[in-house]
């Protein structure tokens, strides 16, 4: 038995050692997991053909591999050696389970016109991962594109990875999608850098030069579309179909796309007389620009362009002649142009061609009819913000979120992949039901706020606590943060985070107000030009300290009661500048200072020329009627002050406390009141003489404090 045993097991070890032999005769075996093979290119390789579970060189013997694969090489070197070269991925690859990937790494595969040879071409219902690693390039011959992907509805190519990819296509066709009369579709791409160039009578390359570059006078590293008055009548789009066919169901989720369309072809989409049709795209940074008389995204020239989706990322898109940025080309004698849906992102593009046919946030036209709107982003010199991703977005009711929106979605709008143009501009599509004039914006990008109020088509945001108000808004300042919008009561749960100052400015007179929170500590504020008209045109209250800049010409009015600048009983304010501030309280209240029955807080002015027009029975500048003062001290600048009781004190019955303190630096201008010039309290302290209303005012007391504590 033992003897048996042996031989038996000898025997078995002896088939097994030949099986793994006939497996390296033949060349392969089947993968194991995560396995990857790498094949490099040469001159004088002419076809790599890739099947489900084996592979061929050259036409060569079958070699069994059903992994991923990786291409590196070049068909050609700096020796002027060179053959035509294709990557032919067979009909099947890749359909049971749809996870295998082929992955460019620094692959050049460059064929000249007269080759008429595809660089990469994926048969039937081969579906295709294609990843991308360092620089990549292809280049097709006359007639082929520089990545077939046509043919069975099955059939699919995605693109994806951290590297780049140039293609362009040979005369007549796209650079990805289809050869010459041969429609592109199912194509995908969700993240790398990718340039594809349709092709035209002049595309390619003729020959190589000894010293590796492309013969004299002929070149490919295409930078723009076609000629804009060209009527050339074959050429293929960048993505999608070559010439008399459509590109069809082509979807953008990330990455860096740019694809321009040869004569009469579009960006993405048809080639020329070809239509565009299922066009998405949901993330990513797009350009596309079509050849003459082609769209950017959709229809070469003559034809239509159906179901364009843009729900997300920033779309730059470039028509030629009369043909739409993003919709039909020129010359389109066929109906039912359109629908096109916008859910997200930032457009750079004209749609509004489109019109007839509608821009909505559904597919279908029962959808909500959008509107354009453009947002020009500055910075404090009044700079573009340009390339800037939005980190966050309101605009009126509608809220940016980092995900799709959805179709129907009136509320929000996806902002995944948006940034500003090299212009500083931000392009929507909005439901204008839900954005009527005079919503407020707030964009935030590099985390700082740009805001500003809808006046029209175009709106400017300002800078970072750079801050148009606009009637009807109020804006709250916190410690850490503002809000700005109708609400005059806000919570802190809809400000938005800042800490940084503020310049405030108006464009006329403007119904608005300013509200520095409870607690606020020392917010540096300027005033540039500002002109409020309102019931409480600028409260700073209790425990808030501002720094408050005057430049320009400005001007606070108040309502019934209300102070012009109010300062709170613990609040306080020091005013500086060179310009000029005029606040004017409404009946029974101060000018600067106090509302009616309020003491006002800590005035301090160091600078500016600042005037203060109290109510009748309160101080220009202290207390508002039965209101008291703490302290005013003004140490520079020129300040006249007019009340219906003091033009500096308190209000009519007031407790008499509170300090004065007039310093030898500041210019008096006109100080007068029905009562007192300047109320005559016990601690106040004069450094010059100040204006007495009659003879009868009696003369203030002495004050223990010194001068130089005055000052």
């Known amino acids: 038995m033992k003897k048996a045993f042996a031989v038996k097991s000898f025997t078995m070890t002896m088939m097994a050692v030949l099986l793994l032999f006939a497996m390296i005769l033949c060349g392969g075996a089947e993968a194991a997991d995560n396995e990857t093979k790498t094949i490099e290119i040469h001159p004088g390789d002419e076809c790599l053909t890739i099947y489900d579970d084996y592979y061929t060189m050259n036409d060569g013997e079958r070699q069994d591999w059903t992994g991923d694969y990786m291409l590196t090489g070049a068909n050609f070197n700096d020796q002027g050696e060179y053959s035509a070269f294709k990557v032919i991925v067979e009909d099947g690859y890749n359909m049971k389970d749809d996870t295998k990937s082929i992955t460019l790494n620094n692959l050049s595969i460059l064929n000249t016109t007269d080759s008429e040879t595809c660089a990469f071409y994926i048969w039937g219902n081969a579906r295709v991962n294609l990843l991308l690693e360092g620089q990549n390039q292809l280049l097709s011959g006359n007639y082929q594109?520089?990545?077939?992907?046509?043919?069975?509805?099955?059939?699919?190519?995605?693109?994806?990875?951290?590297?780049?990819?140039?293609?362009?296509?040979?005369?007549?066709?796209?650079?990805?999608?289809?050869?010459?009369?041969?429609?592109?579709?199912?194509?995908?791409?969700?993240?790398?850098?990718?340039?594809?160039?349709?092709?035209?009578?002049?595309?390619?390359?003729?020959?190589?030069?000894?010293?590796?570059?492309?013969?004299?006078?002929?070149?490919?590293?295409?930078?723009?579309?076609?000629?804009?008055?060209?009527?050339?009548?074959?050429?293929?789009?960048?993505?999608?179909?070559?010439?008399?066919?459509?590109?069809?169901?082509?979807?953008?989720?990330?990455?860096?796309?740019?694809?321009?369309?040869?004569?009469?072809?579009?960006?993405?989409?048809?080639?020329?007389?070809?239509?565009?049709?299922?066009?998405?795209?949901?993330?990513?940074?797009?350009?596309?620009?079509?050849?003459?008389?082609?769209?950017?995204?959709?229809?070469?020239?003559?034809?239509?362009?159906?179901?364009?989706?843009?729900?997300?990322?920033?779309?730059?898109?470039?028509?030629?002649?009369?043909?739409?940025?993003?919709?039909?080309?020129?010359?389109?004698?066929?109906?039912?142009?359109?629908?096109?849906?916008?859910?997200?992102?930032?457009?750079?593009?004209?749609?509004?061609?489109?019109?007839?046919?509608?821009?909505?946030?559904?597919?279908?036209?029962?959808?909500?009819?959008?509107?354009?709107?453009?947002?020009?982003?500055?910075?404090?010199?009044?700079?573009?913000?340009?390339?800037?991703?939005?980190?966050?977005?309101?605009?009126?009711?509608?809220?940016?979120?980092?995900?799709?929106?959805?179709?129907?979605?009136?509320?929000?709008?996806?902002?995944?992949?948006?940034?500003?143009?090299?212009?500083?501009?931000?392009?929507?599509?909005?439901?204008?039901?839900?954005?009527?004039?005079?919503?407020?914006?707030?964009?935030?990008?590099?985390?700082?706020?740009?805001?500003?109020?809808?006046?029209?088509?175009?709106?400017?945001?300002?800078s970072p606590g750079v801050i148009t108000?606009?009637?009807?808004?109020?804006?709250?300042?916190?410690?850490?943060?503002y809000y700005l919008g109708t609400d005059t009561d806000p919570s802190e749960s809809q400000k938005i985070s800042y800490t940084g100052g503020y310049s405030l400015n108006s464009e006329g007179r403007t119904d608005c107000g300013v509200t520095v929170k409870n607690g606020a500590s020392d917010k540096n504020i300027t005033i540039n030009d500002l002109d409020i008209d309102s019931e409480t045109p600028f409260v700073i209250e209790n425990a808030a300290s501002v720094n408050l800049t005057v430049a320009g010409t400005n001007t606070f009015r108040a309502g019934e009661g209300k102070a012009g600048l109010q300062i709170s009983e613990d609040g306080s304010v020091v005013i500086n500048g060179t310009g000029s501030l005029r606040a004017v309280g409404g009946n029974c209240g101060a000018g600067i200072g106090g509302t009616e029955a309020m003491t006002a807080g800590n005035i301090t002015i160091n600078s500016g020329d600042i005037t203060a027009v109290g109510g009748s029975d309160a101080a220009g500048i202290g207390g508002g009627s039965q209101g008291g003062v703490t302290r005013i001290v003004l140490n520079g600048g020129t300040v006249s002050a007019v009340g219906g009781e003091a033009g500096i004190g308190l209000g009519r019955n007031a407790s008499l406390k509170g300090k004065i303190i007039v310093g030898s630096d500041v210019t008096l201008g006109s100080i007068t009141g029905t009562r007192y010039a300047v109320t005559p309290l016990t601690n106040n302290v004069y450094q010059q003489s100040v204006p007495k209303l009659n003879a009868s005012e009696s003369a203030p007391a002495e004050s223990a404090e010194s001068a130089d504590t005055a000052a």
């Not at 010293?211 to 008055?229: C, K, L, R």
């Not at 108000?469 to 943060?481: A, F, P």
Request: aromatic content about 6%; hydrophobic content about 30%; charged content about 10%.
């Open 469 to 481: 108000l606009q009637d009807g808004s109020r804006l709250t300042i916190w410690n850490d943060g």
């Open 145 to 462: 594109p520089g990545i077939q992907r046509s043919l069975e509805e099955n059939g699919a190519l995605t693109i994806e990875g951290n590297g780049s990819l140039f293609v362009q296509g040979g005369k007549y066709a796209a650079g990805i999608g289809g050869g010459a009369y041969r429609v592109g579709k199912n194509i995908t791409i969700n993240s790398g850098t990718v340039t594809a160039a349709g092709g035209s009578e002049t595309s390619g390359i003729s020959s190589f030069e000894k010293d590796g570059s492309t013969a004299a006078g002929t070149s490919w590293m295409i930078t723009g579309a076609g000629t804009e008055n060209s009527d050339a009548p074959y050429c293929g789009a960048g993505i999608g179909g070559g010439t008399n066919a459509d590109g069809r169901n082509i979807t953008i989720n990330g990455g860096t796309v740019t694809a321009y369309g040869a004569d009469g072809a579009s960006g993405i989409g048809g080639g020329n007389n070809g239509f565009g049709e299922s066009i998405t795209i949901n993330n990513g940074l797009v350009r596309a620009e079509g050849g003459s008389n082609a769209a950017g995204i959709g229809a070469g020239s003559l034809c239509c362009a159906h179901n364009i989706a843009i729900n997300g990322g920033t779309v730059t898109a470039v028509g030629q002649g009369s043909a739409d940025d993003i919709g039909q080309g020129a010359k389109c004698s066929v109906d039912g142009n359109g629908p096109f849906q916008v859910t997200g992102g930032t457009i750079n593009a004209d749609m509004t061609g489109n019109e007839t046919t509608g821009i909505y946030n559904n597919m279908i036209q029962t959808g909500t009819a959008l509107t354009h709107y453009t947002f020009n982003l500055k910075d404090p010199s009044g700079n573009a913000v340009s390339c800037s991703q939005v980190q966050s977005l309101t605009v009126g009711s509608c809220t940016g979120i980092q995900e799709p929106a959805g179709q129907n979605n009136d509320s929000q709008y996806s902002i995944q992949g948006m940034q500003t143009n090299e212009d500083g501009q931000l392009t929507f599509y909005m439901n204008s039901n839900y954005i009527p004039f005079g919503s407020n914006v707030t964009v935030v990008v590099n985390n700082a706020a740009y805001v500003g109020s809808i006046t029209g088509s175009v709106t400017d945001l300002t």
